[in-house]
């Protein structure tokens, strides 16, 4: 009897579990068929949102919360900008009698009265990138919104007798906002720079409008304007380059670095010297940059790693066109450690460009890896061209693949640097040729490296090489001809103690770099012994004491 009992609750818990399974599954099939919901469209009054975040941190005279609004609008919410939004936010946060509010006004005017700032083209994508994802429910929902707002609401039965007239009036519109009486400085410049942003983004000329801002900002000297300042001269600087004028703001830029080394504000120092650095390299002016950059001190642990990045690089490109190759390659390796991993992909993409010609110049062979960068593989192949040409030391290939990409080149302002691999090319094929034969007239070394001069340059370039050590041979000036030495192993000389210890001095300046990055926790520090108060001071050496008693009372023991 007792088994049969327990037989049918076993039955009884079998069916109950498969009961509970089915609508477990039942349950994740209809979470797996849920659409998500839309985004929250974006308004006038999330930028409110954020200028009220930014008055908070101005009457607690704290800057994160600035750079944290800044950091916001440059990563969510540039793209989303537009005229209607912008003017509406400079109505209701601006005074009336204000000077600015006219004038940033005028430049939103100049917006287009499309979606958003940016070309058209890139709205389709987006929009068609949101039907993708969210499929026709959501411009369903929109368009139910859109006419649920024009109804007017019910609130009462006698509302739903009402005549068909008075259902079809329009919503109440919302109560317009008093403007404020005062305005604070840094509210100003940041709607002036979100403007300055749409109008660089829309391919509206803004060098005016920048320049006005520039000057607005020179009326003030705070503290909390400084994550403001920054952004604000990189943006007047992109205005005027867009335009070709970059030469017109050199001296703005020379004084803005100026005050803003003695001011101590470090990120508003580092911007405006890559931004001077960029202007001398951008008319090739390399003595002043050398000059500049040679006298600036700089305090890495307070300024942001991209600006760092940048200025690794333009030290690179400074370096490597006064013949420092080894100083320039490490600082452009240093460029790209420090900038983003996985973004920043045109920047990147410009520094492995500098990267690969150092380091061809050096005698070094760039990995094959390197030109197949995501997104970048078609821009590296011309440089992958180059390198295989130096590496087979075919002088013919190197001058063909020279001649085809010399726009993409001179453009790339790399080409003054590819002038010199020429050399390089020369010496590869050398050292080939010393390595497969033991002895070789000179007019078939002219042959094999295709030089135009005859054997009197191919006896040249040979006992040039000889005298830098590319290669060990002599060269018999009455037969005419080269012969190679013996080769020696090389690691019986110190050329791999050499590689090695280049190796760990990079790894311990890496290390060393990443602990001085690292951030602690104030909580979980140690107190110091000078911050005690005299109770706890007492109660630390009374417990001292006690652990000094048993430690003397063990040892008696140990005695005995």
Partial sequence: MSKKANKDAMDVDDNTNKSKDSKSTKDSKEKKTETPAPPKPFSASDIQDEINEITKAVNTQNTLPISRVLRKFFTAERRKINRSILTTVVQNNFPTNSELRGQILAAISQL?????SLPQRITSILAAGSKFLFGDESESASQDKMQTDEAPAATTPAADSTSSSSSSAPAPAPAPVTPPAEILPEVQLYLGLITLVALIDATVPSTEFATLLVSTLN??????????????????????????????????LLSAQRTASLTHDEETHITVLNLLLRNYLHYNLYDQADKLQAKTTLKEDSISSNQLARFRYYQGRIKGIQLDYSGAYACLQEALTKSPQGLARGFRTTVTKFACI??????????????????????????????????????????AVVKEFEQVFRKDKTYILIQRLRHNVIKTGLRKINISYSKISLSDVCEKLRLDGGEVDAEFIVAKAIRDGVIEATVDHEHRWMRSKENVDVYVTGEPLDNFTERVRYCLKMHNEAVKAMRYNPETTVKKKNDEDDEEREERKKQEQEIADKLSEVDEDDEI
Wanted: aromatic residues 12%.
């Fill in 358 to 399: 150092v380091q061809l110049l050096i005698g070094e062979i760039p990995e094959r890896s390197i030109f197949r960068m995501r997104g970048a593989k078609q821009q590296l192949t011309p440089y992958l061209g180059i390198s295989q040409a130096v590496r087979n030391g075919d002088l013919t290939q190197f001058l």
């Fill in 112 to 116: 287009p009265e499309s979606q958003s």
């Fill in 219 to 252: 009326n003030f000297t705070r503290r909390t304007l400084n994550p403001l300042t920054a952004k604000l001269y990189f943006y007047y600087s992109r205005s005027y380059e867009v335009v070709g004028r970059l030469a017109e703001i050199r001296s703005t």
